[in-house]
């Protein structure tokens, strides 16, 4: 334990924790869930779902029971996918609890007991070792060599070494002195005082933050809601005149009620949200062969519009591990890099002594990196002494950045001295002249702007009497540089070559300095974006000033975890989509802002994965460029399915409004309609999401930010296409009425022609080039299965009594029918010779 223990802190009495505990609640997190059904609420507000919910509300007063079901599927569906969605958050909330430690040493009334963390209150004295995760807020008041890994706060892969400061200070503190709650300790041993636990520490306090963020809409939930709220207006304004219209004429009400539901079924685009679910779903299943798990189904479509990746360096786009990758010999200033398994002579006796200047079982991972790195290279010589015992250890202190070890050699003649610290500092013990510290200043400077950190390593011996308390009073001898860094993905580079293809723009947000960004950058390609801005720039800056900034900075560094957000939010205020990824707490905030948040599934923490839309399984960022090239595919592929039903809902449309101008029965039922709608449609689907990207898309194209789901030239060529089909429709129609033939008999021929004329017109809008090459390649696919299933049930219903009666139906000649398939055929066709001319 540290100099000062347990017998000059009494601690709190348990009469005064107990009073605190009440006060103050428990050590966790008291964050509150939303409900089941408040979410459902909140979701049943949408229009399109209240008016879905209504229809099927009406139709169950008035007895028919078979489109109320239908109607009540569809809405419990759409219910279900967004309170998944919605759920992450919540669990993004509750897994902040799981960072805390079960049990926890503190000092109750001068005696040192161990009790849950949960129970641990504001001015409790708790204790700390090396491997301990830290309960709760506080500062330090006792330490010995006490290093705190903070790379899930701060970005930084770095261990910060902690300054002790008097029990009774009432603050401020320094960031050297401040302990938090979720870190862990990697080195050394300490005491500090609580002065805040649950929600009132820095990781609580990021809790609160989530929960008060609304998650912003998906560029498609966007579009897709503007164009159903265009149907439902329109819908909502001609069903009045539609009612009144049909009521006055023929004085039958309940008919114009079912003859006005029929039209705001025909109307109401109710296939897209199936529509979007399928897709997704079946997205997130091809994506899933790639390693990535897809927590939020929308965003794999909102990863192939984005144009801005927020990447976070350290664990993301480098390994959050430090490795030594080269030695600098003070003999002759040589470097060595680690490309063969042997090292030449004079770089032994910088090996043994970075070893010697570490603990023999480390927990700090760059102690552990080298001395294995060391003892492979060293194996089998004189210069391992594993024989050799630790003495005394001279702790790093903020006014010196030196760690010092004594060992008792073999001989018991004198000790060795091993030493390692920061340059300036070594630099400072050996007694450097002016001009030699410029010159191994300005050697370190270099490997700095490489991303290279640098420690000085030196040596001492002393006769074996008792040795000094401060570490100038040796004679230490200069011996060299260690060079460690965080070693880039070996993925990244062309990952993130892929993406600049791809019109995403990487910007990198850390919490490192700007020149080991820099450095990073230049290594995985980021040439052309240098120009950075510090944490302390950006605090500076008004919005404006970072919106003129945006364009032109690729780095950000020394960013604490509020300005990342900041950022993400500049990014999104200037019509930007923004990806970020991330795998620390400090990470979290901006994950669950951020238009897709997509963390790491090995290294991420648990709150990073719960606020994230998108987890890399494998940490493999090349799967991100995988992600994107799915979501443009996904997103292409819908607007084909849109345009598709939008062209098909025409006739169907026109149809629904006949009696309204004829006075005629109503041509279609709602059983027709919902035979189109809800089986033939949404399974033509499925052969539009198994669409590859067309030839020349994948890089083209690259940014959707403002562009459209449905543009009025693509609404126009749909609006066409369903137009020729009802054309043709009231042509035979009118013709047959002419000539004498019943209802039924029209109905059925319209029927069959109109089922015809929608797989034709699924065909041609499978792609946008090529002619009726398109149709034969689509034979071979699932469109086939389609057809022939749909002509089964079609078939089929021609053949029983119940099914002609549900559906209006009269058995009609074989020519007849053969003419129906072959005028259905046709309105395709036409739009592929139009392909042809226009677009080959």
């Not at 079912?258 to 994506?287: D, K, N």
């Not at 001279?394 to 018991?412: D, F, G, M, R, V």
């Not at 919106?547 to 604490?560: E, N, Q």
């Not at 049930?793 to 074989?814: D, T, Y």
Request: negative net charge.
């Amino acid at each position: 334990m540290p100099p000062t223990t347990e017998i000059f802190y009494q601690g709190l009495s348990f009469l005064e924790a107990s009073k605190l505990l009440r006060k103050f609640g428990p050590n966790e997190s008291k964050l509150k869930k939303k409900s089941f059904w408040r979410i459902s609420l909140s979701i049943l507000s949408e229009p399109m779902l209240s008016l879905l919910l209504a229809c099927g509300f009406i139709y169950a007063i008035l007895g028919d029971l078979e489109e109320a079901v239908t109607l009540s599927i569809a809405v419990i569906v759409v219910i279900s996918l967004t309170i998944y969605q919605r759920n992450k958050s919540e669990k993004a909330l509750e897994s902040l609890r799981k960072l805390s430690p079960l049990r926890a040493k503190v000092i109750r009334e001068g005696k040192k007991i161990e009790i849950d963390s949960s129970l641990i209150v504001p001015g409790d004295i708790v204790f700390l070792a090396e491997g301990d995760k830290v309960p709760a807020d506080g500062y330090l008041v006792d330490g010995l060599n006490l290093h705190s890994d903070e790379s899930l706060l701060t970005g930084e892969s770095i261990p910060v070494l902690k300054e002790e400061t008097d029990l009774h200070n009432q603050g401020p503190y320094s960031d050297s002195q401040k302990i938090y709650s979720g870190t862990k300790i990697v080195s050394g041993q300490g005491i500090f005082k609580v002065l805040f636990t649950g929600d009132f520490t820095y990781i609580g306090s990021i809790g609160k933050e989530m929960e008060e963020i609304s998650e912003s809409e998906s560029p498609l939930q966007k579009e897709a809601k503007r164009f159903t709220s265009f149907f439902f207006l329109g819908a909502l304004v001609i069903s009045f005149f539609l009612i009144y219209g049909l009521g006055t004429r023929n004085g039958n009400w309940i008919q114009a009620v079912l003859a006005t539901l029929t039209f705001l079924m025909a109307v109401l685009p109710e296939e897209i949200p199936v529509v979007l679910s399928v897709f997704f779903s079946l997205g997130a299943w091809r994506i899933s062969q790639s390693g990535v798990l897809t927590r939020n189904l929308n965003s794999i479509e909102t990863l192939g519009a984005a144009t801005v990746l927020c990447v976070d360096k350290t664990g993301t786009l480098t390994e959050n591990r430090m490795k030594v990758k080269g030695l600098v010999s003070s003999l002759e200033n040589s470097l060595f890099e680690f490309k063969t398994p042997e090292v030449s002579e004079e770089f032994h006796l910088l090996l043994e002594f970075s070893i010697l200047a570490c603990k023999k079982d480390p927990f700090d991972p760059m102690e552990k990196a080298i001395r294995e790195l060391g003892i492979n290279l060293l194996y089998d010589t004189e210069h391992l002494h594993a024989d050799w015992t630790l003495e005394k250890e001279y702790p790093l202190s903020p006014k010196l950045l030196a760690l010092s070890y004594a060992w008792n050699s073999e001989n018991q003649e004198k000790f060795v001295i091993g030493t390692k610290g920061a340059p300036e500092a070594i630099f400072d013990l050996c007694h450097f002249s002016k001009e030699r510290t410029e010159y191994w200043e300005k050697i370190t400077e270099n490997y700095s702007l490489q991303g290279y950190r640098a420690i000085g390593v030196a040596k001492s011996e002393i006769v074996n009497s008792s040795l000094p308390e401060n570490q100038h009073d040796f004679e230490f001898n200069f011996l060299g540089l260690i060079l460690l860094e965080d070693p880039i993905r070996e993925t990244v580079p062309a990952s993130v070559s892929e993406c600049i293809q791809a019109g995403i723009r990487v910007v990198i947000i850390t919490g490192d300095h700007a020149g080991t960004a820099k450095a990073v950058a230049s290594k995985i390609g980021l040439v052309d974006h240098k120009e950075s801005i510090t944490g302390d720039e950006l605090e500076k800056l008004t919005e404006e000033e970072l919106a003129s900034k945006l364009d032109t900075v690729g780095i950000f560094s020394r960013i604490k975890p509020a300005q990342k957000l900041k950022i993400v939010k500049a990014f999104q205020k200037k019509g930007e989509i923004v990806a970020m990824t991330g795998d620390g707490v400090n990470d979290a905030l901006a994950l669950q802002t951020a238009h897709i948040g997509i963390s790491m599934g090995k290294r991420g923490t648990d709150v990073a994965r719960e606020a994230s839309d998108l987890v890399l399984l494998d940490d493999n960022f090349s799967s991100i460029v995988k992600s994107v090239f799915l979501g443009r595919r996904i997103y292409e592929n819908i607007q084909k399915s849109i345009s598709y039903i939008v062209s098909v809902h025409i006739p169907i449309i026109g149809m629904s409004l006949l009696p309204a101008f004829t006075g005629d029965p109503i041509f279609f039922f709602p059983a027709h309609i919902l035979v189109l709608e809800l089986i033939i449609d949404p399974t033509c689907s499925i052969v539009f999401e198994s669409l590859e990207l067309e030839k020349g898309d994948r890089f083209s194209n690259t940014s959707r930010k403002n562009s459209s789901l449905m543009t009025f030239s693509r609404f126009f060529l749909s609006f066409s296409q369903g137009a020729i089909v009802l054309v043709l429709l009231l042509v035979l129609y009118f013709c047959m009425k002419q000539n004498g033939h019943n209802e039924n008999q029209i109905r059925s021929f319209g029927f069959i022609f109109l089922v015809v004329s929608n797989f034709s017109l699924m065909l041609t809008n499978l792609t946008h080039k090529g002619g009726f090459i398109s149709i034969l390649r689509s034979l071979y696919s699932s469109a086939f299965w389609i057809f022939f299933l749909a002509a089964s049930a079609l078939v089929a219903s021609f053949q029983f009594e119940f099914s002609l009666k549900l559906f209006g139906f009269q058995k009609i000649p074989l020519d007849w029918i053969f003419f129906s398939v072959g005028l259905g055929l046709i309105s395709g066709l036409i739009w592929e010779i139009r392909k042809i001319r226009f677009f080959a």
